[in-house]
Nanobody
Framework: QVQLVESGGGSVQAGGSLKLSCVAS????????MGWYRQVPGKERELVAS??????????DYVDSVRGRFTISQDFAKNILYLQMNSLKTDDTAVYYC???????????WGQGTQVTVSS
């Protein structure tokens, strides 16, 4: 059974910070590069950050719009993925999801997401 449970979203003012968490099924977390995605109504879901999971950490990748402001990290032992979001902008407003990277066999499984709202 696929488990992807996101939490940590909320409402903040521009310039503020939030840290998202995601608990994933062990077989997914330890098999896949994992990512954080976001989606706004009327637009496609966007992969904003990804990391190769591993006990020693892994290579990170970010979309240009969040690079330098967001940091993806993991607790490999607990199968938890994090997204630290700093210097938030109104354009960051979206529902955020954690999920396997598109290159992973298990890509296509989604949790309920967590809403992030940034106000000016």
């Amino acid at each position: 059974q696929v488990q992807l449970v996101e939490s940590g979203g909320g409402s903040v003012q521009a310039g503020g910070s939030l840290k998202l968490s995601c608990v994933a099924s062990e077989y997914i977390f330890k098999s896949c590069r994992m990512g954080w995605y976001r989606q706004v109504p009327g637009k496609e879901r966007e992969l904003v950050a990804s990391v190769s999971t591993g006990s020693s950490g892994g290579s990170e990748d970010y979309v240009d719009s969040v690079r330098g402001r967001f940091t993806i990290s993991q607790d490999f032992a607990k199968n938890i993925l994090y997204l630290q979001m700093n210097s938030l902008k109104t354009d960051d407003t979206a529902v955020y999801y954690c999920a396997p990277h598109p290159a992973c066999f298990y890509y296509g499984s989604w949790g309920q997401g967590t809403q992030v709202t940034v106000s000016s």
